[in-house]
């Protein structure tokens, strides 16, 4: 079931010419900033290691609930629908929220969110400078 909905995902990527009505829904009225640099502030490593994220050229292609989603009462995955509140991953991807340490602070889940679909895209988008400019 996973993978079916992880290959619809690049497919809808693949093709984002022939799809552009995907990407946005109506109601997102806040898109947020075309360009970021993420960097996490609860769970540090050193030295820090911020990640810039060109935001708009991902809005572009892949629809919001492609990276954002919300939690449930049961503290299960809530996907997003257009308007939701849209908080900043670390509000819940944190060492001391009680996640599965595979996604269990900002680094590993924006790890495995934005390294995966690199690795199945353009697996050179998965070097360390793609990011972390320094
Ligand atoms: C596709 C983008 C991307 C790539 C490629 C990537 N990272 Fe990251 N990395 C992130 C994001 C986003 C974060 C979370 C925000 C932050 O703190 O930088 C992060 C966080 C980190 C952190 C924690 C930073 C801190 O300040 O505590 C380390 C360490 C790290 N990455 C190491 C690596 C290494 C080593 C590689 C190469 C093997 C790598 N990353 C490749 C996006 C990426
Ligand atoms: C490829 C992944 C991805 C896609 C697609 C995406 N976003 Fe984001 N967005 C992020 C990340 C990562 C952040 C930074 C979150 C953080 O700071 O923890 C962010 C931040 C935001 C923020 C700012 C939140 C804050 O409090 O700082 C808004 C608003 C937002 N996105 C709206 C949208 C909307 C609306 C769409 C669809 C049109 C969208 N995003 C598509 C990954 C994505
Ligand atoms: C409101 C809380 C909340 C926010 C904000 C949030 N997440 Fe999650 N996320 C969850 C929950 C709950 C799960 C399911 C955890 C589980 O099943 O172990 C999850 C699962 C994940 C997973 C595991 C794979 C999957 O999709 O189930 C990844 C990767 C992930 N989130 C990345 C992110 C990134 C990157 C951001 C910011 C753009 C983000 N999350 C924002 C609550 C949140
Ligand atoms: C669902 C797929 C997908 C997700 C999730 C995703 N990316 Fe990407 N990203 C891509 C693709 C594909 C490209 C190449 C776009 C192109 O060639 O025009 C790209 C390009 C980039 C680039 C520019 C590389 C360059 O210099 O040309 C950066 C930086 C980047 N992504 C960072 C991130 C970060 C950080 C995240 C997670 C917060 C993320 N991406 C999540 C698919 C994704």
Same mark, same amino acid.
């Given at each position: 079931m996973k993978r079916v909905l992880v290959s619809g995902i690049l497919l809808a990527f693949c093709c984002a010419p022939c799809s552009l009505g995907e990407a946005t829904t109506a109601g997102d009225t806040d898109k947020g900033p075309a360009e970021m640099t993420l960097q996490t502030t609860?769970? *540090? &490593?050193?030295p820090p290691k911020p990640a810039v994220f060109p935001h708009g050229a991902h809005q572009a292609r892949l629809g919001c609930k492609t990276c954002h989603h919300g939690k449930t009462a049961e503290g299960k995955r809530l996907s997003y629908v257009a308007g939701q509140k849209i908080e900043k991953c670390e509000t819940c991807h944190n060492? %001391?929220? $009680?996640? *599965? &340490? %595979?996604? $269990?602070?900002f680094k590993n889940a924006a790890h495995v969110l934005c390294q995966n679909c690199h690795r199945k895209n353009r697996p050179e988008l998965t070097e360390c400078k793609v990011c972390h400019k320094k």
């Open positions: 609860l769970d *540090p &490593e050193k060492s %001391k929220a $009680g996640m *599965p &340490e %595979k996604w $269990g602070t």
